[in-house]
């Protein structure tokens, strides 16, 4: 009975670091998506603009997909090796409820998009991989999405998101960098607050008049 209790615990084992080694970039991103679409597809508060599980939704199912100590890593530039283990921390944080109301935003206007991820392929050693994405609606011009990935302890995680050629973070390197020489790293931290409190006030689809 113990062999093969043995043999079936090393089967799990097998299976489980097999499951594991399968989920690759673009395997991540596409389970995400259709975890996403799903629970927007069959909720109607989220359906109608419910801000609060709008946002427990980005919580749950983006953001943990983001490494976002890289991402604020590099957003911030050469300024970040200056900062103060406080001030990361308080860098990360905001950056972090900064992407929730964004993110939050685009699914508030959302109207049954269809997104496709693009052909992929990478080396089996590779640290570095970019998924290729598109978004389509009827009536409108496919948007391209690309989400550059970097392999972690914790799997495959997003540090940037490209869309239609423009990087996310390199777009905010020029904001944040602009506030860094002005007041130094306190005062982006004190902008990237007041800017997340003021929003946190905001309706989500307010740019659609609702």
């Known amino acids: 009975m113990k062999f093969w209790l043995k043999i079936i615990a090393g089967l799990v084992l097998v ?6 080694g399968e989920q690759g970039p673009d395997a991540l991103i596409r389970d995400t998506v259709q975890d996403v679409l799903t629970v927007i597809k069959q909720d109607k508060a989220i359906q109608n603009g419910d801000q609060r599980k709008i946002v427990a939704l980005v919580e749950e199912k983006i953001l943990p997909r983001f490494d976002f100590v890289r991402m604020t890593r590099l957003a911030v530039g050469k300024s970040w090796r200056a900062a103060t283990p406080e001030q990361k921390q308080a860098l990360v944080q905001e950056f ?11 699914f508030a206007v959302y109207r049954d998009q269809v997104v496709e991820i ?3 392929r990478m080396a089996e050693d590779a640290t570095e991989a970019t998924v290729k994405t598109s978004i389509s609606k009827p009536g409108a011009q496919p948007v ?15 540090f940037d ?3 239609e050629g423009v990087s996310m973070v390199t777009s905010y390197r020029g904001t944040f960098a602009s506030e860094i020489q002005q007041g130094g790293i ?7 607050a007041d800017k997340n409190a003021a929003s946190a006030n905001e309706p989500l689809r307010k740019a659609e008049g609702k």
């Open 96 to 106: 972090h409820t900064l992407l929730v109301r964004t993110y939050a935003k685009v």
């Open 144 to 158: 391209l999405v690309d989400y550059e990935m970097i392999r972690t302890s914790e799997g495959w995680k997003a």
């Open 15 to 20: 299976m489980s670091l097999a499951q594991a």
């Open 118 to 120: 693009k052909p992929f």
């Open 186 to 192: 306190d005062h982006l931290i004190k902008v990237l």
């Open 161 to 163: 998101v490209i869309i």
